[in-house]
């Protein structure tokens, strides 16, 4: 079911968000824009899944699918973002 889950999220929220990342690539330069929108989603994902990861962790009764490898993803999201925005804003901006 969980799978399913994520199918179902995964299919709603890809096209909207490929439609987004080649709106702001095609509007200039595009490190602080796509490193915004991946350091906000890879951010998201890793402390939404952390979270209940750790939650779960807590609780002795509670029972769910190993989500590690989620986490991860999370991660390897959030740092090409981080290092994407850290690029731009060593950028001198022109006014």
């Known amino acids: 079911m969980l799978g399913l889950g994520y199918a ?3 299919a709603l929220l890809l096209w ?11 509007g200039g330069p595009w490190s ?4 915004g929108v991946l350091t906000g989603f890879g951010g998201t994902w890793f402390v939404l899944l952390a979270t209940i990861g750790w939650s779960c962790a807590q609780e002795p009764t509670c029972v769910q699918p190993n989500e590690s490898v989620w986490v991860v993803m999370g991660a390897a999201i959030l740092v090409p973002g981080l290092v994407l925005v850290l690029m731009a804003s ?3 901006t022109v006014h």
């Open 8 to 10: 179902v999220g995964a």
């Open 32 to 35: 602080a824009r796509m490193g």
């Open 16 to 26: 909207p968000g490929l439609i987004i990342v080649a709106l702001l690539v095609a």
């Open 90 to 92: 060593r950028r001198p």
